[in-house]
C-alpha cells in the first residue's frame, strides 16, 4: 500500500499542470453565475419583507411545519407558562371556555395557554411535570352518540389504547352535554376516569355541564370553586386584580386595502367563488337552491321542503345523514351593531393574536371588513354570556348600568337570578343589550373578539340518493318566536332561507357540507321497522321510507315499515300528506297517525304506542326489528322509552329487571343532532 501510494504521489508530482487556461475561464465563469444567482435570489428576499406581507396576518397561508411545531411543552417552557387548557369543540363553546380559564390564569399567577388536542403531541402529557406548578384543564364536550368531538378523537383513542405513565401530572376536566340524552357527558366521564387510572392526580372534581338547562350557569359555579382548589394544591394566592386584557390587536385599514381581503370564505381565500373538492365544514360546497316550497297548508306556521343542487360536486350522502348549512345574519342587525357602535361597517380590519405561541392567528379569517364580520363569521343572535357583560361594564357611563352588567357577570346568587332572567328569560341578544343600555358605547373591533363564531346549521336529510343522487333535501320549520321585551326574534337559518325562492330564473346558492351519521336502516331489507316521528321528526325517516320502495320497485324483499306520525291537525300540518298516502296505497308503508287538535281532547303519538304494545313487542321482540325515535328528545323520546320498556314487560312476559337488561342489550339511545334521538332496539 505504501509503495502504490508514493507511485501515485510522484506521478501527480512530475506531470503537467493539473487545470489548463480552458478549466480556469469555466471555474470563473461557473463562480460568476453563482454570485449573480445568490445577489437576485437576496433581492428578491428583500423585495419580498419590505412589501409588508406576512404569513401571520394570513391564517390560510400554507406553511410546513414540522413535528416540533406541534410541542406544546416547548411553547409553555419559551413563553414561561405552566397552565396548558386543551378543549374538544364542535360548536365553539367548549373552545370558548377553555380561552376563558386560559385568560383567567394569570389572576392567579398562572399563566395560560389554550391548545386544539389536534394540534398538539398529546404524548407530551407524560413531561408536563418537567414544568413546576404545572396544570392542563381540559374542556371536553360530547357530541353525536357519546363520542369525542373530531379534534379531541386521537387525544381520546390514544388514552383508550395507550398506558402512558402520567404520574405528575395535575389535571382538571370540566364536560359539556345535555341531560336529555343517554350518554350525558361522557367523553368528560371518561377522561376524569381515565388520567387517574394512568397516575395523574386530580386538582379539582369534574365539572358537568348542561345545555339543555343552563351550562354557562354550570361553568361559572364550577370555576368559582376551581381556582380556590387551584390555590390551595400549588400553595399560591390570587392577586387580587381583576384583570381585563385583549387577546387580538386592531389593525385597520383606512389608506391602502390589503391585496387579500376575505368575504365570507370560511378557509380559502376565494373558495365560495374557485370551488374545487372534496367539500367540507371549511371548504363548502354553494349549492343551488332547486325547490323551495312550504308544506303547511294553513295556520300562522311555515314548514319548508327544500331541495338543494349537488349535482358535480362529487358529494355523496345516505338516508339519515346531516345537512350542514352555513347561514347569514339578518342585514338589519348587522345595521343596528353598526349604528349602536357608531363604525363604518365598510371599514377593513383585521384582529391579530397578541400570543405569538398561539397556533389561532385571527378569531375568524382576516382581513375582513367589519359588515363581512358581522354578516358571516359572528353570532350576534344567542344570548351573550357573563364574561361577554363583564367586559360591556367598561364602556358604560351610567354607574347604574355599570353595576348591573357587573352583577350579572359575578357568581353571586343576586347575579346570577338577575342574568337569568333578564338575559335568558327576556331572550336577550348583544343588539338588544346595547339598545337597552344606552351608555354602554361598546367597541366594535372587541364586540368581534368577544362573541362566538357563527355556526352552521344542521338538518336531517329528507331523501334517499337511491332516487336523488344529484339533490339532498331538507325540512325545516321557519323560527320566529315573541320575546317577553316585546321584540320579534328571528331563527338565523330558517328566516335566512326562507326568503331564498328560487322564481323567475333567480339563483340562490347556499354554502353546504355533507355530515355522515350512524342513523342508519337495517344492513337486510326484511328487517322490519317502527318509526316515530311527529313534525318535523318525519324528515329522515321520509328517506327511509323512498329507499323501502325504490328496493320493492327493484323486486326486493322487503319488511314491514311501520310510521307513527303527529301533527296539530290534519288540514293544517300534515306535511308530506300525498307522498305518504301514496306509499300507504303501494303497501309500503303502514301509518298510524295522531292529530293532537282535531278532537276535544289532545291525541299524541305516544298515546298510539300505548295501544299497540303487541306491535311493538312483535316487531322488537319476536321479529328482531329496529325501533326508531326523532323528535323531541326532553319529553317525547322519554315517553316513548317508557311505553318500549312497558310492551317489553307486559308482551315479553318479563320483569322490570330483566326487560330492563333486554332493552340495555338490546338497544341503545343515539343522537342525530340538536333535537332528534335514535332508539334502535335489535
Known sequence: MEVEADVGTEQISSSDALFGPLDIFLLVALLGVTVWWLIRNRKQSDAIASSGKSYSIQPTSMTLQTSTDNSFIKKLKSSGRSLVVFYGSQTGTGEEFAGRLAKEGIRYRLKGMVADPEECEMEELVTLKSIPNSLAVFCLATYGEGDPTDNAMEFYEWLQSGDADLKGLNYAVFGLGNKTYEH??????????????????????????????????????????????????????????????RQYKLIEYKDELPERIYTGEMARLHSLTNQ????????????????????????????????????????????GDHLAVYPTNNPELVEQIGKLTNVDLDTVFTLLNTDEESSKKHPFPCPTSYRTALTHYIDITMNPRTHVLKELSEYCTDPSEKEKLKLMSSTSPEGKALYQQWIIQDNRTIVHVLEDLSSCKASLDHLCELLPRL?????????????????????????????????????????????????????????????????????????????????TGLAPFRGFIQERQFLKDDDKQVGETILYFGCRKKAEDFIYEEELLDYEKKNTLQMRIAFSRDQSHKVYVTHLLENNLDEIWRVIGVNNGHFYVCGDARTMAGDVHKTVLKAIMEKGQLNEQQATAFFEKNGNAKTIFGRCLELIIY
Not at 337552491?289 to 311555515?302: A, F, M, P, Q
Not at 336523488?468 to 332561507?497: F, M, Q, S
Open 184 to 245: 350525558y357527558n361522557q367523553v368528560a366521564v371518561y377522561v376524569d376516569k381515565r388520567l387517574e387510572e394512568l397516575g395523574a392526580t386530580r386538582v379539582y372534581d369534574l365539572g358537568l355541564g348542561d345545555d339543555d338547562a343552563n351550562i354557562e350557569d354550570d361553568f361559572i359555579t364550577w370555576k368559582d370553586k376551581f381556582w380556590p382548589a387551584v390555590c390551595e394544591y400549588f400553595g399560591i394566592e390570587s392577586t387580587g386584580e381583576d384583570v381585563s386584557m
Open 276 to 319: 374545487r373538492p372534496p367539500y367540507d365544514a371549511k371548504n363548502p360546497f354553494l349549492a343551488k337552491i332547486k325547490v323551495n316550497r312550504e308544506l303547511h297548508k294553513n295556520g300562522d306556521r311555515s314548514c319548508m321542503h327544500i331541495e338543494f343542487d349537488i349535482e358535480g360536486s362529487k358529494m355523496r350522502y345516505d338516508s
Open 455 to 535: 355556526q352552521p346549521r344542521y338538518y336531517s336529510i329528507s331523501s334517499s340518493p337511491k332516487l336523488y343522487p344529484n339533490t339532498v333535501h331538507i325540512t325545516a320549520v321557519v323560527v320566529e318566536y315573541d320575546t317577553p321585551t316585546g321584540r320579534l326574534n328571528k331563527g338565523v337559518a330558517t328566516t335566512w332561507l326562507a326568503r331564498k325562492q328560487p322564481a323567475d330564473g333567480e339563483v340562490h346558492t347556499v354554502p353546504i357540507f355533507i355530515r355522515k351519521s350512524q342513523f342508519r336502516l337495517p344492513t337486510k331489507a326484511q328487517t322490519p321497522i317502527i318509526m316515530v316521528g311527529p313534525g
